[in-house]
Structures are given as structure tokens and as C-alpha cells.
């Protein structure tokens, strides 16, 4: 069983759709919990992080983490084809002070 | 400043050959990750570097690699005798303690 679990998709939705990208885990070690958007061709591009348990809203994004459950939720409202991207799902055990564990990612596309 | 610089951003190379990729962080960076991802896969962590110092290696990194950051600026990673199950990105990040990865667009591989 892989640390950190993502559906890889991919993952198709009308123009105007909130997604939800979901990532569950193993480690209760995890404390710090990232979001990241892949664009073909192109390294991750960090999109949210929370501490701990807890939502954080930035924009049309919201990262939720509910360790007690292991479980890890992205959600994008608005969505434009712009947001067509893979979303990688990543953690660790401190903040900058650690190696990340990532999830597979999801392939999303948001069709006009 | 530009942000995480590699270099190639592509190498194709024959079975047994030498390969060497540089990543250029973002100067004021102490932190140097190497992580490598292949198809539909996230990123898997390497090593990373502190300074000019490597604190941390994974069991992924084979004797036939190795990577160094001289006085803590740049950084290269170098493949021995690459094998065709070398082929993937090799991504560079980097980072100020405590404040979240960078990373570059990465040099992808081809064994062939």
C-alpha cells in the first residue's frame, strides 16, 4: 500500500464546475499538506498548504485536512480550461524541513 | 530572478552512457531538492542538500548515481551507466527553510 493515495482520473467537468480532488493516507506522521498543479512539460507549481487539520481558502481554491480521518480534499470553484492541469496531492513530516511524499495526481480538464 | 533553472530540458542518450543534468536554484536558496517522476507518477524524492551539505539520499538513488552541490550554489546529478529504466524528469527544487519548494521544469531522460 503506497503512503499517500490519489484517483489519477483523469477528470472531466463543464467550464463553471467546482471539483473536488480528494487524497487519502497512512502516515499520521504528516504534518504539513500540499497542493500542486502540473501543466504538461513543467515542474509542480505549489498551489495551497495547510498545517495540520483544518480548511485554508485562497481565491477559488480551498484546501481542507482531516487527519482524524487521513483524508485531504482540494476544491476548485469557478473552474475555467485554464485550471486544465494535473494535481498532485503532496506531504510531509515539517514544512520545508522534509522530504515530500506525493500522490500520483489527477488529471483534470475543464472542458468550455 | 528567474526562479529553478535545469538544464538540458531534454537528454537523449544511449544505454551505458554518462549523463550529467545541473540545476541552478534561486540564489538566496539554502535548500536543494532532487526528486524524479515518470509517467502518470508523482514526484519521488532523491536526495536534497542543505547548503553544500547532503543530508538525506533514498534507496531509489543507485550507486550509479550521485549528486553534488559545490559550495552550496548549483547543484548536478549525474548517471552512470544509464539503463533504459532510467527514463523520467528529473526535477530540482529549492528553497529557504521554512518557506515552501520551487521547482524547476526539469530535464527529461531517454534511455534508448
Known amino acids: 500500500q503506497k503512503e499517500v493515495e490519489q484517483d489519477p482520473g483523469p477528470l472531466s467537468v463543464p467550464e463553471g464546475a467546482i471539483v473536488s480532488l480528494n487524497c487519502t493516507y497512512s502516515?499520521?506522521?504528516?504534518?504539513?499538506f500540499m497542493w500542486y498543479r502540473q501543466y504538461s512539460r513543467k515542474g509542480p507549481e505549489l498551489l495551497m498548504y495547510t498545517y495540520s487539520s483544518g480548511n485554508k481558502e485562497d481565491g477559488r481554491f480551498t484546501a481542507q485536512v482531516d487527519k482524524s480521518s487521513k483524508y485531504i480534499s482540494l476544491f476548485i470553484r469557478d473552474s475555467q480550461p485554464s485550471d486544465s492541469a494535473t494535481y498532485l496531492c503532496a506531504m510531509s513530516g515539517g514544512i520545508d524541513t522534509d522530504k515530500l511524499i506525493f500522490g500520483t495526481g489527477t488529471r483534470l480538464q475543464v472542458f468550455p | 530572478d528567474t526562479g529553478v533553472s535545469q538544464n538540458p530540458r531534454h537528454k537523449i542518450t544511449k544505454r551505458g552512457q554518462n549523463v550529467t543534468f545541473r540545476c541552478d536554484p534561486i540564489?538566496?536558496?539554502?535548500?536543494l531538492y532532487w526528486y524524479r517522476q515518470t509517467l502518470g507518477q508523482g514526484p519521488e524524492f532523491l536526495t536534497y542538500f542543505q547548503n553544500e551539505a547532503q543530508l538525506e539520499k533514498s534507496r531509489l538513488l543507485s550507486d550509479r548515481f550521485s549528486a553534488e552541490r559545490p559550495k552550496g550554489s548549483f547543484s548536478t546529478l549525474e548517471i552512470q551507466r544509464t539503463e533504459q529504466g532510467d527514463s523520467a524528469m528529473y526535477l530540482c527544487a529549492s528553497s529557504l527553510s521554512g518557506s515552501g519548494y520551487t521547482f524547476g521544469s526539469g530535464t527529461r531522460l531517454t534511455v534508448v
Open positions: 540564489s538566496e536558496h539554502n535548500r
Open positions: 502516515n499520521s506522521a504528516f504534518q504539513y
